[in-house]
Protein backbone atom coordinates (compact mmCIF):
# COMPACT_ATOMS: atom_id res chain seq x y z
CA UNK A 1 0.00 0.00 0.00
CA UNK A 2 1.78 3.40 -1.22
CA UNK A 3 -0.83 5.68 1.40
CA UNK A 4 -1.93 6.82 -1.84
CA UNK A 5 -5.57 6.81 -2.51
CA UNK A 6 -7.99 7.14 -5.98
CA UNK A 7 -11.75 7.04 -6.15
CA UNK A 8 -13.42 5.52 -8.03
CA UNK A 9 -11.94 2.90 -8.73
CA UNK A 10 -13.87 1.65 -11.75
CA UNK A 11 -16.30 4.05 -13.81
CA UNK A 12 -18.52 3.46 -16.80
CA UNK A 13 -19.45 6.10 -18.37
CA UNK A 14 -20.95 7.24 -21.96
CA UNK A 15 -19.16 9.53 -24.87
CA UNK A 16 -19.84 13.66 -24.37
CA UNK A 17 -20.19 12.96 -20.82
CA UNK A 18 -17.27 14.64 -17.97
CA UNK A 19 -16.19 12.53 -14.96
CA UNK A 20 -14.53 13.46 -11.84
CA UNK A 21 -11.07 11.72 -10.71
CA UNK A 22 -10.36 12.15 -6.99
CA UNK A 23 -6.82 11.43 -5.11
CA UNK A 24 -5.60 12.17 -2.20
CA UNK A 25 -2.03 12.26 -1.62
CA UNK A 26 0.58 10.44 1.12
CA UNK A 27 0.42 11.87 4.51
CA UNK A 28 2.92 15.14 4.25
CA UNK A 29 3.21 15.03 0.62
CA UNK A 30 2.75 18.19 -1.20
CA UNK A 31 3.29 17.38 -4.72
CA UNK A 32 0.87 15.66 -6.79
CA UNK A 33 0.87 14.22 -10.89
CA UNK A 34 -1.83 12.55 -12.70
CA UNK A 35 -0.91 10.11 -15.72
CA UNK A 36 -2.95 8.63 -18.50
CA UNK A 37 -2.05 4.88 -19.06
CA UNK A 38 -3.45 3.13 -22.28
CA UNK A 39 -2.40 -0.10 -23.88
CA UNK A 40 -1.02 1.48 -26.88
CA UNK A 41 0.44 4.86 -25.13
CA UNK A 42 2.08 3.85 -22.25
CA UNK A 43 1.99 6.10 -18.82
CA UNK A 44 1.52 9.58 -20.39
CA UNK A 45 2.22 12.47 -17.24
CA UNK A 46 -0.56 14.91 -17.91
CA UNK A 47 -0.23 17.60 -15.26
CA UNK A 48 1.28 18.12 -11.77
CA UNK A 49 0.27 20.57 -8.78
CA UNK A 50 2.92 21.51 -5.86
CA UNK A 51 1.33 23.04 -2.41
CA UNK A 52 -2.21 23.67 -4.88
CA UNK A 53 -0.21 25.37 -7.57
CA UNK A 54 0.36 23.75 -11.19
CA UNK A 55 3.90 23.14 -11.72
CA UNK A 56 4.38 21.30 -14.64
CA UNK A 57 1.88 20.33 -17.60
CA UNK A 58 2.35 17.22 -19.96
CA UNK A 59 0.13 15.90 -22.70
CA UNK A 60 -3.23 17.25 -20.96
CA UNK A 61 -5.88 17.90 -23.54
CA UNK A 62 -8.04 21.06 -23.19
CA UNK A 63 -11.05 18.92 -21.87
CA UNK A 64 -8.82 17.75 -18.91
CA UNK A 65 -8.43 20.13 -16.13
CA UNK A 66 -6.62 19.41 -12.66
CA UNK A 67 -6.59 21.18 -8.91
CA UNK A 68 -5.19 20.59 -5.79
CA UNK A 69 -7.06 21.98 -3.04
CA UNK A 70 -6.14 23.18 0.67
CA UNK A 71 -6.41 20.04 1.88
CA UNK A 72 -3.61 18.88 -1.07
CA UNK A 73 -6.55 16.25 -2.26
CA UNK A 74 -6.93 16.48 -6.14
CA UNK A 75 -9.08 15.80 -8.80
CA UNK A 76 -8.57 15.48 -12.67
CA UNK A 77 -12.25 16.59 -14.02
CA UNK A 78 -12.66 15.12 -18.00
CA UNK A 79 -14.58 16.27 -19.74
CA UNK A 80 -16.80 15.78 -23.38
CA UNK A 81 -15.53 12.44 -23.26
CA UNK A 82 -14.50 10.83 -26.10
CA UNK A 83 -14.14 6.53 -27.07
CA UNK A 84 -9.88 6.66 -26.60
CA UNK A 85 -9.95 8.68 -23.22
CA UNK A 86 -10.53 5.36 -21.65
CA UNK A 87 -7.71 4.29 -20.00
CA UNK A 88 -6.40 3.84 -16.66
CA UNK A 89 -5.57 7.29 -14.91
CA UNK A 90 -2.86 7.17 -11.89
CA UNK A 91 -2.27 9.74 -9.47
CA UNK A 92 0.69 9.80 -7.66
CA UNK A 93 2.44 11.71 -4.98
CA UNK A 94 6.04 12.87 -3.83
CA UNK A 95 6.63 14.76 -0.99
CA UNK A 96 8.70 17.41 -3.31
CA UNK A 97 9.02 18.78 -7.18
CA UNK A 98 11.62 16.08 -7.75
CA UNK A 99 11.48 13.35 -5.04
CA UNK A 100 10.82 10.19 -5.60
CA UNK A 101 6.77 9.81 -6.60
CA UNK A 102 4.52 6.88 -5.10
CA UNK A 103 1.57 5.84 -7.17
CA UNK A 104 -2.02 5.18 -6.22
CA UNK A 105 -3.81 1.99 -7.37
CA UNK A 106 -5.33 3.65 -10.04
CA UNK A 107 -8.75 4.44 -11.46
CA UNK A 108 -10.19 2.67 -14.74
CA UNK A 109 -12.25 4.76 -17.11
CA UNK A 110 -14.23 2.78 -19.64
CA UNK A 111 -15.87 5.18 -22.16
CA UNK A 112 -18.59 3.94 -24.35
CA UNK B 1 8.89 9.19 -29.61
CA UNK B 2 9.87 8.10 -26.68
CA UNK B 3 12.56 10.35 -24.52
CA UNK B 4 13.03 7.08 -22.63
CA UNK B 5 13.67 3.64 -25.37
CA UNK B 6 13.16 0.52 -23.18
CA UNK B 7 13.73 -2.65 -24.59
CA UNK B 8 13.24 -5.38 -25.34
CA UNK B 9 9.51 -4.81 -25.52
CA UNK B 10 8.44 -8.47 -24.17
CA UNK B 11 10.35 -11.03 -22.85
CA UNK B 12 9.31 -14.13 -21.77
CA UNK B 13 12.06 -16.75 -20.04
CA UNK B 14 11.92 -19.94 -17.86
CA UNK B 15 12.62 -19.96 -14.33
CA UNK B 16 15.95 -20.11 -13.08
CA UNK B 17 17.28 -17.60 -16.14
CA UNK B 18 18.97 -14.81 -16.08
CA UNK B 19 17.67 -11.34 -18.22
CA UNK B 20 18.76 -7.85 -18.94
CA UNK B 21 16.11 -5.42 -19.99
CA UNK B 22 17.82 -1.66 -20.66
CA UNK B 23 16.60 1.80 -20.46
CA UNK B 24 18.33 4.52 -23.30
CA UNK B 25 17.28 7.66 -23.69
CA UNK B 26 19.46 10.61 -25.73
CA UNK B 27 19.20 12.95 -23.14
CA UNK B 28 21.10 13.43 -19.74
CA UNK B 29 18.82 12.64 -16.52
CA UNK B 30 19.63 14.08 -13.25
CA UNK B 31 18.38 10.69 -11.92
CA UNK B 32 16.24 7.84 -13.06
CA UNK B 33 13.99 5.46 -11.42
CA UNK B 34 12.34 2.07 -11.95
CA UNK B 35 9.15 0.85 -11.07
CA UNK B 36 7.23 -2.83 -11.27
CA UNK B 37 3.89 -2.95 -12.63
CA UNK B 38 1.36 -5.50 -11.88
CA UNK B 39 -1.55 -5.71 -13.97
CA UNK B 40 -4.31 -3.91 -12.47
CA UNK B 41 -1.95 -1.98 -9.94
CA UNK B 42 -0.18 1.40 -9.97
CA UNK B 43 3.96 0.84 -10.14
CA UNK B 44 5.49 0.99 -7.50
CA UNK B 45 9.41 2.12 -7.08
CA UNK B 46 12.36 -0.15 -7.32
CA UNK B 47 15.10 2.00 -7.10
CA UNK B 48 16.67 5.43 -7.60
CA UNK B 49 20.09 5.67 -9.34
CA UNK B 50 21.34 9.51 -9.21
CA UNK B 51 25.40 8.88 -9.78
CA UNK B 52 26.98 8.12 -13.50
CA UNK B 53 27.85 4.70 -13.21
CA UNK B 54 26.27 3.98 -9.96
CA UNK B 55 25.26 -0.01 -9.26
CA UNK B 56 22.32 -0.17 -6.71
CA UNK B 57 21.77 -3.91 -5.74
CA UNK B 58 18.21 -5.55 -4.68
CA UNK B 59 18.20 -9.41 -3.91
CA UNK B 60 18.52 -10.91 -6.76
CA UNK B 61 17.73 -7.17 -8.88
CA UNK B 62 21.22 -5.33 -10.23
CA UNK B 63 20.58 -1.72 -11.62
CA UNK B 64 23.10 0.23 -13.30
CA UNK B 65 23.22 3.73 -14.43
CA UNK B 66 25.33 4.43 -17.30
CA UNK B 67 28.15 6.91 -17.14
CA UNK B 68 27.03 9.54 -19.26
CA UNK B 69 23.10 9.38 -16.98
CA UNK B 70 21.45 8.96 -20.75
CA UNK B 71 20.78 4.74 -19.93
CA UNK B 72 20.14 2.37 -17.59
CA UNK B 73 20.19 -1.70 -17.24
CA UNK B 74 18.28 -3.86 -14.57
CA UNK B 75 19.62 -7.45 -14.44
CA UNK B 76 17.58 -10.11 -13.07
CA UNK B 77 19.65 -13.16 -11.64
CA UNK B 78 17.89 -16.54 -11.26
CA UNK B 79 13.95 -15.12 -12.72
CA UNK B 80 11.45 -16.16 -10.47
CA UNK B 81 7.57 -16.02 -11.63
CA UNK B 82 6.96 -13.46 -9.07
CA UNK B 83 9.16 -11.14 -10.98
CA UNK B 84 6.47 -10.94 -13.54
CA UNK B 85 5.61 -7.64 -14.91
CA UNK B 86 5.93 -4.39 -16.58
CA UNK B 87 9.16 -2.72 -15.81
CA UNK B 88 9.37 0.89 -16.39
CA UNK B 89 12.33 3.53 -16.49
CA UNK B 90 11.40 7.29 -15.84
CA UNK B 91 13.29 10.43 -15.32
CA UNK B 92 13.16 14.24 -15.20
CA UNK B 93 12.81 15.86 -18.13
CA UNK B 94 12.86 19.66 -18.58
CA UNK B 95 13.01 19.68 -14.56
CA UNK B 96 9.89 18.80 -13.64
CA UNK B 97 7.92 16.79 -16.27
CA UNK B 98 8.55 13.09 -15.29
CA UNK B 99 8.53 10.79 -18.57
CA UNK B 100 8.57 7.23 -18.31
CA UNK B 101 9.56 4.37 -21.03
CA UNK B 102 6.70 2.18 -22.84
CA UNK B 103 8.23 -0.91 -20.54
CA UNK B 104 9.62 -3.85 -20.85
CA UNK B 105 6.57 -6.47 -20.37
CA UNK B 106 7.87 -10.15 -18.56
CA UNK B 107 6.76 -13.39 -18.08
CA UNK B 108 8.75 -15.73 -16.43
CA UNK B 109 7.31 -19.21 -16.70
CA UNK B 110 7.62 -21.98 -13.39
Known amino acids: DSGVTQTPKHLITATGQRVTLRCSPRSGDLSVYWYQQSLDQGLQFLIQ???????AKGNILERFSAQQFPDLHSELNLSSLELGDSALYFC???????????FGPGTRLLVL | TQLLEQSPQFLSIQEGENLTVYCNSS?????LQWYRQEPGEGPVLLVTVVTGGEVKKLKRLTFQFGDARKDSSLHITAAQPGDTGLYLC??????????FGAGTRLTVKP
Open chain 2, 27 to 31: SVFSS
Open chain 1, 92 to 102: ASSSGIQETQY
Open chain 2, 90 to 99: AGFYNNNDMR
Open chain 1, 49 to 55: YYNGEER
